[in-house]
C-alpha cells in the first residue's frame, strides 16, 4: 500500500452545503422550451391563431350581412356572382352573399367542430384504453379487438346512413366524428394510454400489442 488514500465518489442525490438543489425549471418552462424548439409546431401554432383571429375578430371589424343575400348592387349591377369591389373585398357568390364574410363564419364553425371532436375524442380513448390497460389480459384483448372493427368500418357508409335518416346539424356531425376519431389514426389515444397502464404487480401487455423485438 502506498498510503494513498482514495477520495470517496460524491452522492449525486446528496444536497450541496449551503440550500436545497437546484431545478431546472418548472414542467410548464420545460415544455415551453420544448415546444419552442420544434419549428413545425410554433408554425403550427402561428397558423392556427391566425385563422382563430380571422375567424372571430374578423367579423368584429369587418360587417357583412349574411342573413340577406345582396340581389341589386349600389352601382345597379346584379348581387350574385359579383366580381371583387368596394365593400365586398372577395365579391359574392352565386347566392349573393359577402364571400369573406362566409369565410369568417365558417372559419368559426371548423374550429369549434375540431376543438369539441379533439376533445370527446380524446376523453373517449383515454377512459377506454385506461379500463383496458387496467384490466389486462381478455377484456384488453376483446376491447381492442372492438377498436380494430371500429377501425376498418367504412366511415363513407356510416355518414351517407346518418344523413339520410337525421337532418344534418353541427351537433350531430360532433357526435359522428368524435365517435369515429377517437380510435384514429391508429392506434389512436385508447390503444396510446392502454399499452402503459399497469394493472399491478401481475401486469404484462397483451400479445396485440406487445413490442416487437428488434
Known sequence: MTGVEMAEPADPLETPE????????????????TFMENKLAVIGALVLIAIALFSFVGPLLYHSNQT?????????????????????????????????GRLMIGGQISLEIGLAVGAIATIIGVIYGAISGFFGKYLDMAMMRIVDVIYAFPVIFLFIFISGVYKPNETL????????????????????????????????????????PS
Request: charged letters at 10%; proline letters at 20%.
Open 68 to 100: 340577406s343575400p345582396t340581389l341589386i348592387l349600389p352601382n345597379g349591377q346584379p348581387g350574385p356572382n359579383a366580381p371583387p369591389g368596394p365593400g365586398h373585398p372577395l365579391g359574392l357568390d352565386n347566392e349573393g352573399y359577402d364571400i369573406l
Open 173 to 212: 356531425l360532433i357526435v359522428l366524428l368524435a365517435i369515429i376519431t377517437w380510435v384514429v389514426p391508429p392506434p389512436g389515444p385508447s390503444g396510446v394510454i392502454s399499452f402503459p397502464t399497469p394493472s399491478g404487480p401481475s401486469w404484462s401487455p397483451s400479445p396485440s400489442r406487445s413490442p416487437t
Open 18 to 33: 449551503g440550500g436545497e438543489v437546484e431545478t431546472e425549471g418548472s414542467a410548464l418552462r420545460i415544455l415551453g422550451r
